[in-house]
């Protein structure tokens, strides 16, 4: 059984290997993606600063895959503290046209449907942790949509709306659900490879990474709680 909190991380992408990065150490890290080069490289990162993590592939829209892991991880391990969803995608259209639509069913397995998936399944393991955490990443474009990006603003809206009624399912528990916004992310290999590119509106996968890292560890934190980390942006 393992001693250090269990961490899922949901998606390796730049925000997954901020997360880990900032977790490294502090937490034994299960980091999944769709394949294993990704979720092993952001594995690595953990392992390269003294930290444990494995690197695993689950099909988050299948509910009885993503109930398998729960089962293994509890199995092997005896906890799960927390799940960080980072899982996502983008589809921009020019107006609201029935491109938007085929763009709403491209991007709701990967946005919704995985966060319907780990809430069910994870509910009671977190409930039952000293501070269980369900932490979701989603755009400040959720509450600002535009013609452009109607399916994808709706579909975080509708992820959104989910978080806060697992929220709402906490009630009487120690574990939160909570909301990390940004509007877009940027790593330093990115702003190497468009040096000419204005990124202030933009939050640095650290900086998200010790926000996160800052929710599963403040058990002051508010059940619910949206957290903008785009206030804080420079």
Not at 8 to 36: F, Y
Not at 146 to 165: L, P, R
Request: charged share 20%; glycine share 8%.
């Amino acid at each position: 059984m393992n001693e250090q909190p269990v961490v899922v991380v949901l998606g390796a992408g730049m925000g997954g290997r901020g997360v880990v990065n900032a977790l490294a150490g502090k937490a034994h890290l299960i980091v999944i993606d769709r394949t294993i080069e990704l979720a092993q490289t952001a594995a690595d990162l953990a392992e390269a600063s003294d930290g444990s993590a494995e690197a695993l592939v689950v099909d988050l829209t299948d509910l009885s895959a993503v109930e398998a892991l729960r089962s293994d991880l509890l199995g092997r391990h005896g906890r799960v503290d927390a799940v960080v969803h980072l899982v996502g995608g983008w589809r921009g259209s020019s107006t609201v046209d029935a491109a938007s639509i085929d763009q709403w069913n491209e991007l709701e397995p990967g946005i919704v449907t995985t966060v319907q998936t780990t809430t069910v399944a994870f509910r009671e393991a977190l409930a039952a942790a000293p501070m269980g955490r369900y932490v979701m990443v989603t755009s400040t474009a959720a509450a600002k949509p535009t013609k452009g990006n109607a399916a994808y603003a709706s579909a975080k809206a509708a992820a959104e709306t989910w978080v806060k009624a697992l929220g709402s399912a906490f009630e009487d528990t120690p574990a939160r659900a909570c909301i990390v916004a940004v509007m877009a992310l940027v790593d330093q290999a990115t702003r190497d490879a468009n040096p000419d590119r204005n990124y202030d509106r933009y939050t640095d996968t650290d900086a998200l990474g010790v926000a996160i890292a800052g929710v599963l560890a403040d058990d002051s934190v508010t059940n619910g709680a949206y957290i903008d980390l785009t206030a804080t942006n420079k």
